[in-house]
């Protein structure tokens, strides 16, 4: 008598674990859904909130991972996207080209541009027919060609200056006008 109840209290623990597991996994997929909606529809905040949902009760976390590095790019919180791209290169999630080319520019957008260098030099060993890493990889390696370094930005505030219109520039952090004079220092 005590045999078959045994067995019949670990068959109902039995049922009851696996039909929580498959709920978990169905609503992990729900979220998933509504995510990738909500995504498509260029609601990127909402969609990483679905996206964090399904990612708690994921088996295979990969695809959310990218997925959330790419919602927190596009709401511009570049170092919440870096965590998320990270992970999923932990994780070795299935990166396309386009994915990442976010990261990398997630990167660059923290001036860490080492760290993208390396990661698209790194993706280029493995993909080389990936153009778009290598355009990235070519534009980060000659930046300093184009864009002023810190150094050589030299602030000008003369009133003379400041009465030209087409020189004027303001500032919406400090509220002030200025203009900026790019030249080389040597």
Same mark, same amino acid.
């Given at each position: 008598? !005590?045999?078959?109840? !045994?067995?019949?209290?670990i068959s109902v623990l039995v049922v009851l674990f696996v ?33 964090? !949902?399904?990612? *708690? ?30 992970? /999923?290169?932990? *994780? ?5 080209? &386009?994915?990442? =080319?976010? =990261?990398? &520019?997630v990167l660059v957008a923290q001036q860490k541009y080492q ?5 698209? &030099? ?13 355009? /990235? ?16 930005? *030299? ?32």
């Open positions: 008598m !005590k045999c078959p109840l !045994k067995h019949i209290v039909g929580t597991s498959a709920f978990g996994q169905h609503s992990s997929n729900a979220y998933r859904d509504l995510a990738d909606s909500l995504y498509r529809h260029h609601h990127y905040q909402y969609a990483a909130d679905y996206y964090e !949902k399904a990612f *708690k009760k994921a088996g295979n976390p990969g695809y959310l991972m990218l997925q959330l590095g790419k919602c927190y790019d596009k709401v511009n919180k570049p170092l919440v996207a870096e965590q998320w791209f990270r992970m /999923a290169s932990q *994780k070795r999630a299935p990166f396309t080209e &386009e994915d990442y =080319y976010l =990261y990398a &520019e760290r993208a260098d390396s990661l698209l &030099e790194q993706v280029l060993e493995r993909f080389p027919e990936m153009t778009l890493a290598r355009t /990235a990889l070519d534009d980060i390696r000659n930046m300093d060609r184009f864009m002023p370094t810190p150094r050589s930005i *030299k602030l000008i505030t003369s009133p003379s200056i400041a009465k030209s219109p087409n020189s004027m520039r303001f500032h919406p952090k400090t509220e002030l006008y200025s203009h900026l004079h790019a030249r080389k220092v040597h």
